[in-house]
């Protein structure tokens, strides 16, 4: 076997339809109208009881395109929306790239300083949003920013039904200063000639979470979006026209490539449900009976406990696929057996529009038998992963160094940050700050980021093996694991845990059980039990707040 990355050792590993060339539509625009030449009576969205076929959808968003450049929105300038997964984000995002404009997708769980950063640093000209969250908190964030043009929408629309499990809100009054979206959508306004976006044009600026410092705008293009939504249609076996569920939010860039572009690639039907609440979740797969979905594990571990689930809500599904978050093989292995679907892992960063390696269709994820770390995947064919150490020369296979990633879908650098570029994309290569190695075939495994590291007196400890073994326990439900300041050892091991429904155990137990299955400087020294663990919107736990929770405990 050869000992270069550069050979690609993967490639065996897929089949003919993934390893093909591809030849994607200039963006997610071009592809739209050609599935409503192509099939415009068959249905693009489907939110509760709502419906919008691909001829609607093509029309009502030259609407909001032709909307946004009446009221003096220019080629280039940026648009943040901040919505939920409904119709009205899909059609703002639509709208915005028709106007030429460059979408700026934002957590609607962002706070007033959160959102102040993103509109003054992505010099946001338009917003578009809720009428809620203009009428509560945006309106006097935008005061002091550059936008000019805004858009209020309310997530009732396009739909009747009203699931007060999530829908649990009223229709405001149309704010006197802001347009109204969905009667923008409906104006019959054309989109403005001469603005359809290339391939090298800016997409998103997609704003990471901040780990370290103030968040970073990543610069995806329309062809980094088109690359992976293409990798996507081509490379998983579903049906002619395939209904895929939103189960990532969409302003995420998961759920931007995985779900929205790769159904409008595939010329399929999105499912929308607002936002994730199990049981409206588990409403949604047995009404639509979707053929794939993409989310965090915890979101699995969700539907997993819901006291209604069932193997049936699961049977229409050709691929489930889990990013955004580590997925632990005990949590693979008891869905199989609960449901019947293997979750596929993936992994990708916002700075490489998604993903970079994820689990073939027809292969099974092996689990690295010295650390129990479950693969991730392999790359794709146009990408190149490569494993390398402090100085950035590449480690042997099975050896541990930062996962670096070139390829069509690495952004080009940061929003306005020459330097973080510099550093960050060195030659144009993502170098991601994740700490993993690959095996001789080809199989990407990641131990866990750089600075998750826990150095206990002078062992490193990656919290990804420790919480590995805290998943295999009957009764865990959801575990993170943080190193916290010890007089001794310099740095300690604290587990944080919830439990599964019903389930009984107490720190105590749970430490001997990890102290059974690891080196002696591995386990947890502290466990703490809580109902829930913090979580991003896209479902991924915060450590960082565990960790400022655990230090200002001591």
């Known amino acids: 076997m050869s000992g270069s990355y550069a050979d690609k050792p993967w490639l065996a590993l897929l089949d003919d339809a993934q390893r093909a060339p591809i030849d994607p539509d200039d963006s997610l625009v071009h592809a739209l109208r050609r599935a409503a030449a192509d099939h415009p009576d068959r249905d693009f969205l489907a939110y509760f009881d709502g419906r919008l076929t691909y ?12 909307h946004l450049a009446a009221r003096g929105l220019e080629r280039g300038e940026r648009v943040a929306v901040l919505l939920q997964n409904s119709p009205l984000f899909v059609l703002a995002v639509l709208g915005a790239w028709k106007a030429g404009a460059t979408v700026v997708p934002v957590n609607p769980m962002y706070k007033s300083g959160e959102m102040a950063h993103v509109l003054r640093d992505g010099d946001v000209a338009a917003l578009i949003c809720s009428d809620r969250a203009w009428q509560t908190y945006l309106r006097e964030t935008a005061a002091d920013s550059p936008v000019r043009i805004v858009l209020t929408g309310c997530e009732l629309d396009f739909q009747t039904r009203g699931d007060a499990r999530v829908l649990n809100f009223e229709r405001l009054p149309q704010a006197a200063d802001a347009d109204d979206l969905t009667a ?14 290339g391939p090298s044009d800016l997409a998103l600026i997609s704003y990471t979470s901040g780990t370290s410092g103030a968040p970073k705008g990543a610069t995806n293009t329309h062809g980094n979006i088109m690359h992976n ?14 209904v895929y569920f939103a189960l990532a939010p969409l302003f995420h860039i998961t759920g931007m490539v995985c779900q929205f572009g790769a159904c409008l690639t595939s010329g399929g039907t999105l499912v929308l449900a607002y936002r994730f609440e199990a049981g409206v979740v588990l409403d949604a797969f047995a009404e639509h009976h979707p053929h794939y979905t993409v989310g965090p594990s ?13 193997r049936e809500h699961f049977a229409s599904f050709r691929i489930i696929s889990s990013g955004g978050a580590p997925l632990p093989p005990a949590l693979v292995e008891k869905f199989r057996a609960g449901f019947g679907p293997y979750i596929r892992n993936g992994y990708g960063l916002t700075e490489c529009t998604a993903p970079c390696a994820a689990v073939p269709p027809a292969r099974e994820a092996p689990v690295d038998p010295d650390s129990g770390t479950l693969a991730v995947g392999v790359p794709g064919p146009d990408t190149l992963v490569r494993i390398v150490d402090e100085e950035g020369a590449e480690v042997p296979f099975g050896e541990q160094g930062e996962i670096v990633v070139s390829g069509p879908q690495v952004v080009p650098g940061y929003w306005r940050r020459p330097e973080a570029t510099a550093e960050t994309f060195p030659g ?16 990407l495994y990641v131990v866990d980021r750089k600075k998750d590291m826990i150095n206990a007196s002078g062992f490193k400890v990656w919290p990804r093996e420790v919480e590995d073994v805290l998943y295999t326990h009957p009764a865990v439900r959801e575990a993170a694991v ?3 300041p010890d007089g001794y ?18 720190p105590d137990e749970l430490a001997v059980y990890c102290k059974e299955r690891l080196a002696a400087y591995k386990y947890p020294r502290q466990v703490e039990i ?16 565990l960790r400022t929770r655990a230090h200002d405990s001591q």
């Open 530 to 545: 809580l109902p829930d663990l913090p979580k991003t919107a896209s479902g991924k736990i915060l450590r960082r707040e």
């Open 184 to 197: 923008a959508a409906r104006a019959g306004h054309p989109a403005p000639g001469g603005r359809d976006p």
């Open 489 to 506: 050892r310099g740095e300690t091991v604290k587990a944080y845990i919830s439990l599964r429904p019903g389930a009984e155990s107490d």
């Open 482 to 484: 943080v190193g916290v």
């Open 55 to 66: 001829r609607e959808a093509d029309a009502l968003s030259d609407s909001v395109a032709g």
């Open 428 to 443: 144009g290569e993502l170098r991601t700050g994740d700490i993993g190695f690959m095996d001789r075939e080809g199989w």
């Open 298 to 310: 915890t979101a699995f571990m969700a539907l997993a406990a819901h006291p209604d689930v069932t």
């Open 229 to 242: 939504a293409e990798r996507q249609r081509t490379g998983l076996p579903l049906p002619e026209a395939p």
